[in-house]
């Protein structure tokens, strides 16, 4: 081994055993292998930048979630709540204000849910319960957190939602499993109003402020107004 | 849990770490570099099966993650905040002067050229041998060397540049 190849095999790997052999009877070269050692070891202190905290439990979260949509679903809906919530009342007074209130019409944000909802029916094919501290960590992207839902969420990935990044969330409730888009607003962009819409599966609500629009679909029939009020109250910018 | 599911765990256990720091130094943003390593676990467990021998782990999660990378450039690039790079190491335990090594040392990193920073970070950052970063570049083994070569040489050549000015902003 001449010097150059000596030089350009221990600058390619200052590990390479024959480079260290080679090193072992010429002073000069190696105080240059050592030289080099020595640098990669720096190199190694730079480099090791702190990996997130959670990272690994936050990965096997996500496949988790994953994981649970090919779960084909055995049980229906119905049966997966133990725990009814007392708002039938309250769910009879929100849709009477509403009808009181409401005076747009549908919206093309809202055609768009309803196309993203019966698209995406892999979403409700989970019934595996997943921790609200998940859909934060989801959510702190977007510098928003979620005190609490109306329901076990099953359900929580990111989408484009007419070429926003959204989060996908749904939650089950009494009324079924309802679908929830937070599509984070930057100042000018809109996604065109408020307001309900529906098909002859689903109905559903939207509601801007300036963070976000928040919208919800349900069931054809579901009190989406209360349930979109109690989603939107609990949800905290930061 | 089903065998396939503790396969998993361990790769995510032993691989995250290391496949972190890659992206982080690839892409040069931690928020992508979280998004990029998430993607790639999970495109990993959607395609576990095709894994048959647990050797070729390693590659085969740079492959994936190094294919997430350049998937982001075809699709619309979100806004994730513009952060200087140099603001964003953490450096734990370091004294101050190894700490302005380092920062000088992960400038001329940055400064690198993709072609030369990539097999230089499979290298030291994720212990990969000659061979394995040819397969995982698809590149030959020669080419390989010559960019390790060049790349070492360049950062120390900017380091010994760098020296004077460094000690003049010590004060």
Known sequence: ?238 | MTTKQKRYEALVQVYHGELYRFAYWLCQDPTVAEDLVQETFLRAWRSLDSLQDENAAKPWLLTILRRENARRFERKQFDYADVENDTLIDNTSASLDEEMEQTVIQRQINKLSVEYREPLLLQVVMGCSGEEIAEILELNKNTVMTRLYRARNQLKDALTQHQEPIKGAQN
């Open chain 1, 1 to 238: 081994m001449n010097d150059l190849e000596f030089r350009r095999r221990l600058f390619a790997d200052p590990n390479d055993k024959e480079v260290a052999q080679e090193a072992a009877n010429n002073a000069e070269q190696q105080a240059l292998l050592e030289e080099l050692q020595a640098f990669d070891v720096q190199l190694n202190k730079a480099l090791d930048v702190k990996v997130p905290d959670g990272l690994a439990e936050r990965i096997l979260a996500n496949q988790q979630a994953d994981n649970a949509h090919n779960v084909v679903v055995k049980k229906g809906w119905f049966k997966r709540y133990k725990t009814p919530f007392a708002t039938a009342a309250s769910a009879t007074f929100a849709l009477g204000l509403y009808f009181m209130s409401a005076t747009q019409t549908p919206l093309l944000a809202g055609e768009h849910a309803l196309a993203h909802v019966h698209h995406e029916q892999a979403a409700f094919q989970s019934n595996a319960k997943i921790a609200l501290q998940v859909v934060n960590d989801k959510l702190s992207l977007f510098g928003a957190k979620l005190e609490s839902l109306p329901g076990d969420v099953t359900y929580a990935t990111f989408c484009n939602f007419k070429g926003q990044k959204s989060l996908h969330l749904v939650f089950q409730s009494e009324h079924g499993p309802m679908t929830v888009f937070i599509v984070p607003l930057s100042g000018k962009n809109s996604l065109g109003g408020d307001g309900q819409f529906k098909d002859d599966r689903y109905n559903g609500i939207i509601e801007q402020d300036q963070h976000a629009a928040t919208v919800l679909v349900a069931n054809l029939g579901s009190p989406v107004e209360k349930y979109q009020k109690n989603v939107a109250s609990a949800l905290r910018w930061l």
